[in-house]
Nanobody, 123 residues
Framework: QVRLMESGGGSVEAGGSLRLSCGAS????????MGWFRRILGKDREMVAT???????DYSESVKGRFTIVRDNTKGTLTLQMNSLKPEDTAMYYC?????????????????WGQGTQVIVSS
């Protein structure tokens, strides 16, 4: 059974940094795609960053240059380093995985979701 467990959320002032981590069960480390989505209050889930099994990454335009996604297949971990945080980054962040193919930007392609971790950025 694939399990994804996030940690590292919290509250920070604008301009600050946070690092989110996602621990994955053994089966999860071989998933074609892993990534991070977020749900901002009142909006649908949106892609933040994804990373393929071969290390190729993709970022949403709103976080490009500020966030970095890293995957360690040997340890089964996924991290999201978030720098220069803005109040509009406030959201619930979810670690996701997809076993049936490469990364996509829509949430419906992802088979596995963590429980989420809250990020709050104050101005």
């Amino acid at each position: 059974q694939v399990r994804l467990m996030e940690s590292g959320g919290g509250s920070v002032e604008a301009g600050g940094s946070l690092r989110l981590s996602c621990g994955a069960s053994t089966q999860a480390v071989t998933m074609y795609c892993m990534g991070w989505f977020r749900r901002i209050l009142g909006k649908d889930r949106e892609m933040v960053a994804t990373i393929e099994l071969n290390g190729s990454t993709d970022y949403s335009e709103s976080v490009k240059g500020r966030f970095t996604i890293v995957r360690d297949n040997t340890k089964g971990t996924l991290t999201l380093q978030m720098n220069s945080l803005k109040p509009e980054d406030t959201a619930m962040y979810y670690c996701v995985g997809r076993s049936g193919g490469g990364c996509r930007s829509t949430p419906y392609h992802y088979d596995y979701w963590g429980q989420g971790t809250q990020v709050i950025v104050s101005s």
